[in-house]
């Protein structure tokens, strides 16, 4: 139990659906992010939130779209999405954004059909 | 700009067997840095993080690390591998000030025979 929850664990979703992933943190943390990790390649930052504030966007498709709506909550909306976008999606929050440990949730499985 | 590599794709030790995973940095000063474990199915679980000291860091699970600042180098160790040590392993980066981001290494995926 690492104090980071993602929902749904696994989620398949069609190029055209709108879905949403979830993550909780109840760490008191202030800074929280989103990575992808694709089979072969390394950890992807996609985003970052310090203080509810987007502070990163490392060109991510304005298909991924992140809300921040307090410290605690991340999420990541998903839509019309291509095969490619299939991969594991981990959230990951810490003290505050930089040279602090970051804890990670468990990821969602995401696959495109 | 930072950057880390894991020289190791994959390694494969025996069970109870010594383990040492590289890891390598380029940073112009000294950087926080830390090794994470991957386990299939889960996320990144932090082992152990050097911030300044003591060079030769202790991790959970039996794991120590040693910096080397004239290698620049950061590799990971285990006296006795166990069968439940068979992960993905992520070296890490952090530059020694807030508001920057950690870069992570491409991993080394560990495989412990019986």
């Known amino acids: 139990e690492t104090g980071v929850t993602q929902t749904p664990r696994h989620l398949v979703m069609g190029m055209t659906n709108k879905k949403s992933l979830k993550c909780e943190q109840h760490l008191g943390h202030n800074a929280m992010y989103w990575y992808k990790q694709s089979a072969k390649k390394p950890l992807e930052l996609m985003f970052v939130?310090?203080?509810?504030?987007?502070?990163e966007n490392n060109s991510v498709p304005s298909r991924f779209s992140p809300e921040c709506p307090n410290s605690s909550h991340l999420f990541l909306h998903l839509h019309t999405l291509q095969p490619e976008d299939s991969a594991l999606y981990l959230c990951?929050?810490?003290?505050?954004?930089?040279?602090?440990?970051?804890?990670f949730g468990d990821g969602t499985r995401l696959s495109i059909l | 700009a930072q950057s880390v590599t894991q020289p190791d794709i994959h390694i494969t030790v025996s069970e109870g067997a010594s383990l040492e995973l590289r890891c390598n940095y380029s940073?112009?000063?000294?950087?926080?840095l830390f090794w994470y474990v991957q386990s299939p199915g889960q996320g990144l679980q932090l082992l152990l993080k050097y911030f300044s000291g003591d060079t030769l860091v202790q991790g959970i699970k039996g794991f120590e690390a040693e910096f080397k600042r004239s290698q620049s180098s950061f590799n990971l160790r285990k006296p006795s591998v166990h069968w439940s040590d068979a992960a993905e392993y992520f070296c890490a980066v952090a530059p020694d000030n807030y508001g920057q981001n950690f870069v992570f290494g491409p991993g080394t995926r560990l495989s412990v025979l019986p």
């Open positions: 990951a929050s810490s003290q505050e954004w930089g040279a602090q440990p970051q804890h």
């Open positions: 940073y112009g000063a000294t950087p926080y």
């Open positions: 939130y310090n203080f509810k504030e987007q502070t």
